[in-house]
T-cell receptor
């Protein structure tokens, strides 16, 4: 099993640009989670999906953030427009039936 | 200047000694707990889990203890090795949501 796959692994962009992060969950998993990790705030849940449907997006910072899951094997997290304070490591995780979450390697985002 | 951010609890142990990492949780409705290990530049990695109807679970070199009376979880690592150096997070599940602690940084001294 390849585990959770995220791309890109690193992203450097300028303030105001659109950023799209991608995630492929473990095959067969029905839950998908997006997290953000910073030194200031630690690991924060942004949004999670169950069977491709967003269940709780209360952690999404503001309207500049959006997430989609068009099918069971793909999800995106988009930031538009990006700001320097969005700089963080973004993790995607997946689980089966709400059990143990398996994390991807993360996308390290730097907004200049 | 002074750095600002989370001040992770830190633990330094000699190689070969046992390590104990502690975690306090807040919700009595939590039914499932996980310990994760995060090495620098990597995502959190599952180590061991325990359900709320248990008080102890053992894995390979690791043991998790759960004390529901005081809402306390601990991770014991036997014969700590340099490769165990990482940040360790506990996570509690309430309903379908997991809540993560801030983590403890473990450093193993060769």
């Amino acid at each position: 099993d390849a585990g959770v796959i995220q791309s890109p692994r690193h992203e450097v962009t300028e303030m105001g640009q659109e950023v799209t992060l991608r995630c492929k969950p473990i095959s067969g998993h029905d839950y998908l989670f997006w997290y953000r990790q910073t030194m200031m705030r630690g690991l924060e849940l942004l949004i999670y999906f169950n069977n491709n449907v967003p269940i709780d997006d209360s952690g999404m910072p503001e309207d500049r953030f959006s997430a989609k899951m068009p099918n069971a094997s793909f999800s995106t997290l988009k930031i538009q427009p990006s700001e320097p304070r969005d700089s963080a490591v973004y993790f995607c995780a997946s689980s089966l039936n709400g059990g143990t979450q398996y994390f991807g390697p993360g996308t390290r985002l730097l907004v200049l | 200047g002074e750095s600002v951010g989370l001040h992770l609890p830190t633990l330094s142990v000699q190689e070969g000694d046992n390590s104990i990492i502690n975690c306090a949780y807040s919700n009595s409705a939590s039914d499932y707990f996980i310990w994760y290990k995060q090495e620098s530049g990597k995502g959190p990695q599952f180590i061991i889990d325990i359900r709320s109807n248990m008080d102890k679970r053992q894995g390979q070199r690791v043991t998790v203890l759960l004390n529901k009376t005081v809402k306390h979880l601990s991770l014991q690592i036997a014969a700590t090795q340099p490769g165990d150096s990482a940040v360790y997070f506990c996570a509690e599940r309430v309903g379908n949501q997991f809540y993560f602690g801030t983590g403890t940084s473990l450093t193993v001294i060769p």
